[in-house]
């Protein structure tokens, strides 16, 4: 159980930084590595508990656009963990995004490379 948990963090932690790579002016992580891990506990945390009731809220939407509100989905919850971090950590550690668009691309690539990561499990 244990074992399953760190490897979520690590694989969250590893999904920024890829999001990081592909996005370099764009995705800013302050705060070094101990970002990319409290990033990996915070996502995981919403990713089990908001994620479900976000899919809920928005499957007419996602009826109607073919599935594209995932890619809503994954933004808000990276929004939400964003804020989630600069609230606990008073800025020290966290992300900067500037912009919707930046956000919907974040989200779009980080919901990608889940997807890739959960059709390997």
Do not use: D, H
């Amino acid at each position: 159980m244990i074992q399953k948990i760190l490897i979520s963090i690590a694989l969250n932690s590893l999904v920024l930084k890829i999001t990081t790579l592909i996005l370099p002016n764009t995705v800013i992580v302050n705060g070094g590595v101990a970002t990319f891990i409290y990033f990996g506990i915070a996502f995981g945390v919403l990713n089990t508990i908001l994620k479900p009731i976000l899919n809920i809220i928005t499957l007419p939407l996602r009826f109607l656009t073919l599935g594209a509100s995932v890619i809503l989905v994954n933004t808000l919850i990276l929004f939400t963990t964003n804020i989630g971090l600069e609230i606990l950590f008073k800025n020290q550690y966290s992300l900067s995004i500037e912009g919707t668009g930046n956000y919907l691309l974040a989200g779009l690539i980080i919901g990608t490379i889940n997807w890739i990561k959960n059709l390997i499990k």
